[in-house]
């Protein structure tokens, strides 16, 4: 089931009537940060760690998309050197809807997050959060490492799979075994 839920999703359908168009339509109206009953893609929800069960939480996030676009400043200067447009955000936008949802639920702690859809203005993410202190979190042993001391605020460290992403720990290159802490201490090369 979850195999045709997958491929359900790589398939877009772009129509003004289709059922996704219809859902952001709606979410557009909604909070940004909207506590929802169940995961939308449950396949991709139940491979990054999510279980139908008491202490596991969804949340629906909205954040803006494009690019980092500055004010216009009003000294002379060349119009390329301005440095208005082409500047490149260090965090993803999935980074910034997992952290920002964090704030919105402090005794809750990310686990994971995934995309959903996106139109014209925002990037539509579900967020899975576990309840640490939930008996039922404290008693399985595959997730009750969440509740050891040295994981709080673990998104705000980089530690989701969107933030290490974003700090290079995910990359595999030619030869590379990773690029942090850095490519020139790595093996002596880059000298």
């Not at 936008?93 to 952290?99: C, G, K, L, W």
């Not at 402090?106 to 967020?127: C, K, M, Q, T």
């Amino acid at each position: 089931m979850y195999q045709q839920v997958r491929e359900q999703w790589k398939q877009h359908d772009t129509s003004y009537l289709s059922p996704q168009q219809q859902r952001m339509i709606q979410w557009r109206k909604e909070k940004n940060f909207l506590r929802v009953d169940k995961p939308l893609r449950v396949d991709r929800a139940h491979s990054l760690g999510y279980k139908a069960k008491p202490g596991f939480i969804m949340v629906r996030a909205r954040v803006r998309r494009g690019s980092l676009r500055k004010r216009t400043i009003k000294g002379g200067r060349k119009p390329v050197h301005k440095g208005i447009t082409k500047i490149t955000m260090a965090k993803s936008t999935q980074r910034i809807a997992e952290e920002r949802a964090s704030k919105h639920y402090p005794n809750l702690e990310v686990l994971n997050s995934y995309w959903i859809g996106a139109d014209g203005r925002y990037h539509f993410y579900e967020i899975i959060f576990v309840d640490p202190y939930h008996p039922a979190i404290e008693k399985d042993n595959n997730i009750n490492w969440i509740c050891h001391p040295a994981n709080k605020r673990r998104v705000l460290r980089g530690k989701t799979s969107a933030g290490q992403k974003g700090r290079g720990l995910r990359y595999k290159g030619k030869g590379v075994e990773k690029v942090r802490p850095s490519i020139r201490s790595h093996n002596g090369k880059g000298k």
